[in-house]
C-alpha cells in the first residue's frame, strides 16, 4: 500500500490525465499512418526481395534470430498486406476503435518492418516503437474514443491515471533527452561548435539551416541550450516541488526545439514523433482551463445545452450520435430519441431526418446538423467553418440520404463491427508487473549504452530488445556532428553508348559539381540513410545488390538501346570545417556494376 502522503507526489511525478493519453494516441496512430504512407513509395524497393535489401543477403548480415514476419515472403503482394493491415491499425488507434488490439498489431508489425530494412532506419523508427510499447499497457481509449463511446461499463471518473506503465510511458520519454545529453560527450558540444557543424552537413541542413550557420553566436548559443536543455530538461519534470510549472516548460521548450529541427535539418519523421511523445506531459490543468473556457462561450450563446435526437427504431443512429459526441469532444451535449420531444418527432417525422437543436433552440437537419456539430467542438470548429458553406449542402445532403435509406444494411454492418461492449479500459495486475518488468529492463539497457553497467549484460539484453526493436540508442549528434559529408554521382553507359546521370537523367550531362541544395537530391529521407550507410565500409556488401536493383528497375522501363549497361557508384567526400573556411572535396568509386555481366564470386 502507499502511504497517503506518497500519493499525491507519486501522482505529481508519474500521472497522466486521460484526456492527454487520447491527444497522444491520436497523434500516435496519425504520425504511424503518415510515415507508412511515405513508406509505401518504395515498398518494392525496401522490402521486397526485387529491391535492394532481398532477404538472403539480410540474413546474412543479421542472422536467422532477426527474421521478422516481413521476410516470411520476399514478394510485393506480402508486403502490401502487411502495410494495409498496419495502416488500419494506425487508423483504429487514432479512432480509438478496439485500441489495445490495434496497438499490440502496430507493435509487432512496426518492429517487424523495422527488422526488415535495417539500412533505411532512423532515430525516430525505434522511438514510435517504444511508444506503441508503452500505450499497449495505458487506458489510451478511456476519453475522445469510439471503445469509450460504445461502451456499456463507463471509462474511468478520475481523469488521472497512474501506474507502472505511465511512469514507463514518461520515463521512456525523457530518457531520449538525458541519454543522449551523456552522449554528446564530444568538444563540440562544450566548446559551442555542435550546431554549427550540424548545419554544415549539407545533406540534412534545410535552405533555413545553411543560412542560419551564417550567425556563429547564434547556433553557439543554440548549441548550449540543446545541450543544457536535454541534460538537465528530463530531472527537473520529475522534481515533485513546482511540478506543474516546470513541467509545462520544459516541455514547452523541447517542442520548441523540434519545431527548430523541422524548419533546419531534414530529419523525415523524427521531430514529429518527438513532438507526440512530449504531450504526454500536457498537465490536466491545461484541460481543465480549455473546459472551463468552453462552459463560459456555451454560456454565452444562451441558457440551453446542444441537444442531439435521433430515431430510437435506429440502433445505428444511437450508435453514430454516441460516436460523434465523443469524437467531437461535446460533453455537455444532451442525447435522447426524437420521439420522446413533440417538436423533434415532427421534424424528423417530415424530413426523415436527426435533429440537432442548438443553444439558441435553432434546429438543424441532416448535413446542416453536423456541421453545427462540427462548429460547436472545441477542436473541430475550423473544420465546420470550412465546410458550412452553400455549396457543401447538396454534396452533404445526399450522402445523409444514402446513408438513411440503407440504414438498415449500415445497422446490420455496425451490429457486427461496433458492438456495444463492456472491455476495461485498465489493464490488469499481470498487465502492470509485465509493463514494470521492461520498465526496469528498459532502463537497464539504457545504462549499458552510456557505459554505466558492463557489456557483458548488454550483450545478453540485445537480441530480445533488437528482436522487438526496444533496442533503443540515443546518439543524435553524438558524441558529435559527424564531419563527414557528400552527394553521389552514378554515371552510366546505356547500350547504345550515350551516358547519363542514373540519378538525375534528366539532366543530361554528368555533373560532378556539389548541388546548391543537397537534401533536394534525395527522392526522401529513407533513400538519403540508405545510401549514406552503403557508403561506410561496414555495408560495402550491399553495394551489389543496389547494382542490381538499379539496373532492373531501369531496364524493366527502357528497351533495347535505351538499356542500362554498365555504370559506377561515385561519392563525393566533402569534411565539414569551421564556418568560413573552404571545404574540399574528394571522388570515391564505391562500386562498379555491369547489368549484363555476371556477378562477382562470393567472398
Known amino acids: 500500500m502507499i502511504p497517503p502522503w506518497l500519493k499525491p507526489r507519486l501522482d505529481a511525478i508519474f500521472g497522466i490525465d486521460l484526456r492527454t493519453l487520447a491527444l497522444f494516441r491520436v497523434m500516435l496512430g496519425t504520425v504511424l499512418f503518415v510515415d507508412l504512407c511515405w513508406r509505401l513509395v518504395d515498398l518494392q524497393a525496401f522490402y521486397t526481395d526485387l529491391g535492394v535489401l532481398p532477404r538472403d543477403w539480410l540474413v546474412a548480415v543479421n542472422g536467422l534470430w532477426r527474421t521478422t514476419i516481413h521476410t516470411a515472403n520476399g514478394e510485393t503482394w506480402f508486403a502490401l498486406t502487411l502495410f494495409v493491415i498496419e495502416m488500419i491499425a494506425a487508423l483504429l488507434i487514432v479512432f480509438g476503435w478496439r485500441t489495445r488490439t490495434a496497438l499490440l498489431v502496430a507493435f509487432l508489425l512496426h518492429s517487424s518492418l523495422l527488422n526488415r530494412n535495417p539500412l533505411v532506419l532512423l532515430g525516430g523508427d525505434i522511438l514510435i516503437t517504444c511508444l506503441l510499447f508503452w500505450a499497449i499497457f495505458l487506458p489510451a481509449a478511456a476519453r475522445a474514443s469510439v471503445d469509450a463511446a460504445l461502451s456499456s461499463r463507463p471509462p474511468p471518473v478520475d481523469t488521472l491515471h497512474r501506474s507502472w506503465a505511465s511512469a514507463g510511458l514518461l520515463l521512456q520519454v525523457m530518457s531520449v533527452y538525458f541519454f543522449s545529453a551523456i552522449l554528446k560527450n564530444g568538444a563540440d558540444w562544450h566548446n559551442g561548435t555542435a550546431v ?26 543554440l548549441t548550449h541550450y540543446v545541450y543544457w536543455l536535454e541534460l538537465l530538461g528530463p530531472l527537473l519534470v520529475f522534481v515533485p516541488v513546482f511540478s506543474r510549472s516546470l513541467r509545462f516548460a520544459v516541455m514547452a521548450m523541447l517542442m520548441l526545439m523540434h519545431i527548430g529541427f523541422i524548419f533546419c535539418l531534414e530529419l523525415g519523421p523524427f521531430p514529429y514523433i518527438s513532438l507526440t511523445s512530449l504531450t504526454t506531459f500536457a498537465g490536466g490543468w491545461l484541460w481543465d482551463a480549455a473546459a472551463r473556457a468552453g462552459e463560459r462561450r456555451a454560456a454565452r450563446r444562451g441558457p440551453h445545452p446542444l441537444r442531439i435526437y435521433y430515431d430510437r427504431d435506429c440502433g445505428f443512429c444511437l450508435k453514430s450520435v454516441l460516436i460523434l459526441k465523443t469524437l467531437l469532444v461535446l460533453p455537455r451535449a444532451e442525447i435522447a430519441p426524437a420521439q420522446d420531444t413533440p417538436r423533434a418527432k415532427k421534424l424528423l417525422e417530415d424530413n426523415f431526418s436527426w435533429v440537432i437543436i442548438d443553444h439558441d433552440d435553432k434546429a438543424y437537419l441532416k448535413w446542416p446538423a453536423f456541421v453545427i456539430l462540427l462548429r ?56 502492470q508487473i509485465v509493463a514494470g518488468l521492461a520498465l526496469i529492463v528498459l532502463m537497464i539497457w539504457n545504462l549499458c549504452t552510456i557505459k554505466v553497467l558492463p557489456e557483458p549484460l548488454y550483450a545478453a539484453l540485445t537480441p530480445p530488445l533488437r528482436a522487438v526493436r526496444l533496442d533503443q540508442y540515443w546518439d543524435m549528434f553524438a558524441p558529435f556532428p559527424s564531419r563527414e559529408d557528400g552527394w553521389f554521382v552514378i554515371p552510366a553507359q546505356l547500350k547504345d553508348g550515350s551516358e547519363i546521370d542514373l540519378l538525375h537523367p534528366e539532366r543530361g550531362a554528368v555533373s560532378y559539381d556539389k548541388p546548391r541544395y543537397i537534401t533536394h537530391e534525395w527522392k526522401n529521407i529513407r533513400w538519403h540513410k540508405y545510401l549514406e550507410r552503403i557508403w561506410a565500409a561496414s555495408f560495402a556488401d550491399n553495394r551489389l545488390y543496389y547494382g542490381r536493383y538499379l539496373c532492373r528497375s531501369w531496364n524493366t522501363r527502357h528497351a533495347g538501346g535505351e538499356q542500362l549497361d554498365t555504370f559506377k557508384i561515385i561519392y563525393m567526400l566533402e569534411k565539414s570545417v569551421p564556418y568560413g573556411e ?10 562498379r556494376h555491369g547489368c549484363f555481366v555476371a556477378p562477382p564470386p562470393a567472398p
Do not use: C
Not at 573552404?582 to 562500386?591: N, R
Open 196 to 221: 554549427d557543424y550540424a548545419l554544415a552537413i549539407d545533406g540534412y541542413a534545410t535552405p533555413l539551416g545553411q543560412w542560419l550557420k551564417t550567425f556563429p553566436p547564434l547556433t553557439t548559443a
Open 376 to 431: 460547436r467542438s472545441p477542436v473541430f470548429a475550423p473544420f465546420g467553418w470550412l465546410v458550412s458553406g452553400r455549396w457543401a449542402v447538396a454534396p452533404g445532403n445526399a450522402v445523409y440520404n444514402f446513408v438513411g435509406r440503407n440504414r438498415g444494411d449500415f445497422g446490420q454492418l455496425s451490429a457486427r463491427l461496433l458492438p456495444f461492449h463492456e472491455r476495461p479500459f485498465e489493464t490488469g495486475l499481470i498487465a
Open 582 to 591: 573552404t571545404p574540399t572535396v574528394e571522388q570515391f568509386v564505391l562500386w
